[in-house]
């Protein structure tokens, strides 16, 4: 087995490991909806997936007034919550991450995600002792700040040129470059990979199994 590039893997979670987009979506679309705003298009709900909830709904809804901001996020996380036990991993998750625990990555979740609904998602049989660690935006710094990956690192003792970042959007690779990490963008998720290229990815690609493909061959 030859040696590995990157010691620790850091995942983002909605769009890139569980298919939550559309009912990310959907709940933003909701909860501004809810709160009387002007609701906001697919891409345009899309774009500030991976962001902090708040940061997230501020940006999306302009319109609304910042003291009802609070209700909005209540209103998401209503919306989201009473979908969220229909919604599922890519198909081809598990096994990939079992192949990167088998040649003894550390891997871990840095999320836009709350605490919360992270741990919410993780409550599964399958996915138990899978993650060596994890951040959500509401215990640190929301994306791009480079925080969460600064968090991670240092828990691992691991330095930047040996952390690759992988995600959906913007955010991630943005995140990841502030880290002076590397990254791969996922084109499947909440963001255009027509973005992507001036972040700097070491690799786009276009559905799971590609990803576990790059991975075997370069991480």
């Not at 040696?3 to 995942?11: H, K, T, V, Y």
């Not at 983002?12 to 979506?25: E, P, R, Y």
């Not at 003291?67 to 009473?82: D, I, T, V």
């Amino acid at each position: 087995m030859r040696p590995r590039q990157f010691d620790l893997i850091a995942f983002d979670w909605d769009g890139t490991l569980f298919n939550s987009t559309a009912q990310i979506v959907r709940a933003i679309q909701a909860a501004v909806r809810d709160v009387g705003g002007q609701v906001p298009s697919d891409e345009q709900a899309a774009w500030v997936i991976g962001m902090g909830l708040l940061q997230a709904l501020a940006h999306v809804a302009p319109d609304v007034p910042p003291e009802r901001y609070p209700l909005l996020g209540q209103r998401y996380q209503q919306h989201y919550l009473a979908q969220q036990h229909e919604l599922t991993l890519f198909e081809g998750v598990l096994p990939l991450l079992a192949e990167l625990r088998q040649r003894q990555h550390l891997l871990v979740v840095a999320t836009g995600k709350s605490r919360r609904g992270l741990d919410e998602a993780l409550h599964s049989v399958q996915l138990q002792g899978v993650f060596d660690g994890s951040r959500t935006a509401d215990e640190t710094a929301g994306k791009p700040h480079p925080l969460m990956l600064h968090e991670l690192m240092q828990a691992f003792d691991v330095a930047p040129e040996r952390t690759l970042m992988i995600g959906d959007t913007t955010h991630d690779l943005q995140m990841a470059r502030n880290a002076g990490c590397a990254s791969v963008g996922v084109s499947y998720g909440a963001h255009d990979h027509a973005h992507f290229d001036p972040l700097g990815p070491l690799q786009v690609v276009h559905s799971v199994p590609e990803l576990r493909a790059w991975l075997a061959a370069h991480a």
